[in-house]
């Protein structure tokens, strides 16, 4: 798995924002399983609330099986949002996901609102555990 990062001004990050994210990343994708997939992974910083018009905090775009787009707002909880896309990686990439995002291990979800999506629903509870398991890390130390 290869990581690119990717700011606002120019495409430049901060060192430690950068440092803080490769460090949540490389948990986040040990935890998930694809720290070993060959995947290219380009994570865009964006200096506002919300990454579109949608009123999303975050966004991952498929490319194709081993490239992917994730958009990170910074103005809201920008980690746990993180862990979030990285879970749609780990569906993309193991095929749980279609590209299309309508079919979910081969079941057709094209009629699905989307808070009842099960992509979403395994998303929103990887996320929380995710971030529990990254921030109990530093309580043990």
Not at 26 to 31: A, L, R, T
Request: aromatic residues 12%.
């Amino acid at each position: 798995m290869t990581t690119f990062f990717s700011g606002p001004r120019d495409g430049q990050l901060d060192k430690n924002l950068q440092a803080a994210a490769l460090m949540a990343v490389n948990f986040f994708s040990k935890k998930l399983n694809i720290h070993r997939l060959r995947t290219n992974i380009h994570v865009k910083f964006h200096h506002n609330l919300y990454v579109d018009n949608s009123h999303s905090e975050g966004l991952c775009e498929s490319v194709d099986p081993r490239n992917f787009i994730i958009d990170i707002a910074l103005y809201g909880n920008w980690m746990s949002t993180l862990a979030h896309e990285l879970v749609h990686v780990k569906q993309f990439a193991r095929g749980e996901l279609a590209h299309n995002l309508q079919h979910w291990k081969g079941r057709d979800h094209s009629d699905t609102e989307y808070w009842d999506q099960p992509w979403e629903k395994e998303a929103r509870r990887l996320q929380k555990k995710l971030m529990n398991d990254y921030m109990n890390q530093f309580e043990q130390g």
